[in-house]
């Protein structure tokens, strides 16, 4: 064994190691759906009930949260892209490529389906010239809205569980095995 300066330059870099690139795509992995669950949730929890308490009018906190919401359908969309590609170079399975696809395609129907519906009619609802026939539709699509969000939300903690089982059965750590 040899002490000299020769030593590090046979050691490889951290770079170079085999496990470097699967801890590089598990580290992306979980700041991508930790990102989007805890968006989601701050959303959910703080952001839209704050807006209805504090602001005048319904309409006010709609013009709020709406561009809020549009950010993280976006944020939804690309996340679940990737994730589903980095599940798939981890050899994660087909459910945690999937669901992340699902969950994208939800945020782009809600986007671009029920958001921009929504935003159509917004201003001529809440304004003089409202009907019940508007309002009601409105109330639709608003219920559609929730249970899009809801439905990836819940989708996002149940892609959590599945790769923290995955990452328990990858690790050498929860294996008892030692690292060098």
Known sequence: MSLG???????????????????????????????????WLLFALIVAP??????????????????VLDALHLYGAAAGLILAALAFALRRGPLRVALPIAMAAACLYSQFGVSADLAEIRDVVFGPEGSEQLAARFNHLHRLSVAIFSSVLVAALVLVALHAVSDT???PVAKGESSR
Do not use: I, K, N
């Open 169 to 171: 059965r990858v690790d």
């Open 5 to 39: 300066v020769g030593a590090s330059a046979a050691r490889p870099s951290v770079a170079e190691s085999p496990r470097f690139v699967p801890v590089l795509l598990r580290g992306l992995l979980w700041l991508l759906l930790g990102g989007w669950v805890g968006s």
């Open 50 to 67: 704050t807006a209805f308490r504090v602001l005048p009018s319904a309409g006010a906190a709609g013009a709020l949260v709406a561009p």
